[in-house]
């Protein structure tokens, strides 16, 4: 997470940032924003670092070094349709019950 505060982009793996990958993004009001880091250590001490972040960022399902969507579910399928719609009515419901 200090690497996203830093870089103050998802993207910074890439040469050249994306102004829609800025990290403002995640604190914006919708759906949740999940990250998961995986660090793994190699034969001779070796590391790779696995990244994935749940959904979409921007209306993007693809970011360079960030693992990409599992299953092959995107906003294009079916299933996502209904499911996103379902998240949306449950997400409503619980934000109309929060004391503000």
Same mark, same amino acid.
């Given at each position: 997470m200090?690497?996203?505060?830093?870089?103050?982009?998802?993207?910074?793996?890439?040469?050249?940032?994306?102004?829609?990958?800025?990290?403002?993004?995640?604190?914006?009001?919708?759906?949740?924003?999940?990250?998961?880091? /995986?660090?793994? $250590?190699?034969?001779?001490? =070796?590391?790779?670092?696995?990244?994935? &972040?749940?959904g979409? #960022?921007?209306?993007?399902?693809?970011?360079?070094?960030?693992?990409?969507?599992?299953?092959?579910?995107t906003?294009?399928?079916? /299933?996502?349709? $209904?499911?996103?719609?379902? =998240?949306a009515?449950?997400?409503?419901? &619980?934000?109309?019950? #929060?004391?503000?």
């Open positions: 200090r690497r996203l505060d830093d870089e103050g982009r998802i993207d910074f793996d890439s040469p050249d940032p994306d102004p829609d990958l800025h990290i403002d993004y995640v604190w914006t009001k919708g759906p949740g924003r999940m990250f998961g880091v /995986l660090v793994c $250590a190699g034969p001779g001490g =070796t590391r790779t670092v696995l990244k994935a &972040f749940s979409q #960022m921007t209306n993007k399902w693809h970011v360079p070094g960030w693992a990409g969507p599992v299953a092959g579910v906003n294009a399928t079916p /299933l996502y349709q $209904a499911y996103r719609s379902l =998240t009515l449950s997400s409503a419901s &619980f934000g109309a019950a #929060m004391p503000e």
